[in-house]
């Protein structure tokens, strides 16, 4: 599906297939060395093929991912993927992880991919979102915060977060963090009913 950013950068969205792990290895390149700590917890040069084909062959339902590529590149390079696993000691529970490379952070691309897996979450039956961040992330325990969710820390400066995923846009609070994934919800949905009307 086609979006928009925040300045009017057109991105397309897409569920994550077999054949992208060349695209999360270019876009792995693309994250600053803080950005890979931020989303692995750990310094992570790159994915080994056994990591790439956990990443990419999925079942769209227990583990689902969209990816974010550049439309006007010939490669469409990949800008940002979002993803959830469900877990299997509790299946209305997912771990959920986003990774945008660092030319497109803070334009909303996150909120973009992140409204979208809602929206597959809860069509799965998935109930709760679960993330583990770091405490010097404060961007991101604001934005949980915002979101309503419930955060504690695990220890090593290490997070866990707890989002009940909202059934509704409209369920979601009045908060600046809460009407942002509104509205890139909205423009989703609208994407995606022209998407429904051509077909």
């Known amino acids: 599906m086609k979006a928009r950013l925040r300045d ?20 792995l390149s693309r994250l600053s060395a803080e950005s890979v700590y931020r989303r692995f917890l750990t310094f992570k040069a790159r994915l080994n093929e056994r990591q790439l084909q956990y990443f ?12 974010a590529v550049d439309p006007t590149e010939g ?6 993927v979002a993803r959830y696993i469900r877990l ?7 771990e959920v992880a986003v990774a945008v490379v660092d030319s ?15 929206r597959s979450a809860l069509a799965a039956g998935i109930e709760v979102f679960v993330a583990y961040l770091l405490g010097e992330n404060g961007r991101l325990l ?8 419930d955060v504690w820390p695990e220890g090593g400066g290490v ?12 369920c979601f609070p009045e908060s600046e963090a809460g009407q942002s ?6 423009q989703l949905a609208q994407s995606l009913g022209s998407e429904d009307a051509a077909a």
């Open 8 to 27: 009017g950068t057109p991105v397309l969205i897409r569920p994550i297939v077999s054949t992208d792990k060349a695209l999360l290895v270019e876009g």
């Open 56 to 67: 990419t062959d999925i079942d769209y339902n227990d583990h689902m991912a969209w990816i």
């Open 75 to 80: 490669a469409h390079s990949c800008l940002g």
């Open 88 to 94: 299997r000691d509790d299946p209305t529970k997912a």
């Open 104 to 118: 497109h952070q803070g334009r909303g691309l996150g909120t973009l991919l992140l409204s979208r897996l809602w």
């Open 142 to 149: 604001r934005v949980l915060g915002e979101l309503n969710a």
């Open 159 to 170: 997070f866990r977060a707890e989002l009940s995923l909202p059934k509704r846009l409209d």
């Open 181 to 186: 994934f509104k509205r890139a919800a909205a």
